[in-house]
């Protein structure tokens, strides 16, 4: 039993620390290359979890090996144009000017009803509302409509917008108080216990969530009571 969960856990956090050196994707957003890694490491690390005939090294190496591969690959693809369209593909395009490319959509294998589901899901309802769409490698269909059926904005309008738009900074995450955060954004313990008093709070363990922005605007969110 021991010996299972010493396993497990070992395989487990090589796992994460491989696939998180790998970046920061969703499952939707896999290049193929990146997929079929996903699935070889889901299959090499249930082996040795569960057969404890087979020793732990056998299922590390292969993993290893795996991750070693695709990190060099990636390095590879930053540098040759040619090695990334030959491994990831290209992007393709499946509406130019409000004009449907049957042809591309067939070599994707890409149905009608799957194109209209795709511009539905980003509030596009009318094929003649697109001037471009683009199947990107990742699968996902970039959606570009005609200028004149997307909302004013006020740069076309030709009025002038006070940039109001900052990035909060999260002092208190459930009920505990971030110290790192709190020496970056400038301020002290003493600031922290004022704004609690403000909010009511006796203490940052009532508090489920406070930031600040560099405008000064202080977001506080009190626990609410479990039922």
């Keep these: 039993m021991i010996t299972a969960l010493i396993r497990t856990v070992i395989l487990y956090l090589l796992l994460i620390v491989g696939l998180r ?16 890694l996903a699935m070889l490491l889901s299959d090499l690390s249930s082996v040795p979890m569960q057969d404890f005939a087979i020793p732990l090294l056998n299922g590390v190496i292969p993993i290893l090996t795996l991750l070693s591969l695709s990190t060099l690959f990636s390095y590879a693809n930053l540098r040759s144009v040619r090695l990334r369209r030959l491994i990831c593909g290209e992007a393709t395009l499946i509406i130019s000017d409000g004009h449907v490319l049957q042809d591309a959509m067939h070599r994707n294998r890409l149905t009608l009803d799957e194109l ?48 109001d ?63």
Aim: proline share 6%; hydrophobic share 40%; aromatic share 6%.
């Design 21 to 36: 050196l790998t970046g920061k994707r969703q499952i939707g957003e896999l290049e193929p290359i990146e997929l079929v």
């Design 116 to 163: 209209m589901e795709e511009l539905r899901s980003q509030g596009v309802s009318n094929l003649a509302d697109v001037k471009y769409a683009v199947l990107e490698t990742s699968g996902k269909l970039s959606v570009l409509p005609y200028p004149d059926t997307l909302p004013a904005t006020p740069r076309q309008m030709g009025l002038k917008v006070k940039d």
């Design 165 to 227: 738009v900052f990035v909060p900074t999260i002092l208190i995450n459930d009920g505990r108080v971030l110290q790192d955060n709190l020496a970056k954004s400038g301020f002290d313990e003493a600031w922290l216990k004022k704004q609690l008093k403000n909010h009511k709070a006796k203490s940052a363990s009532e508090v489920f969530f406070l930031s600040v922005d560099d405008k000064g605007t202080v977001v506080c969110l009190p626990k609410e009571e479990r039922i």
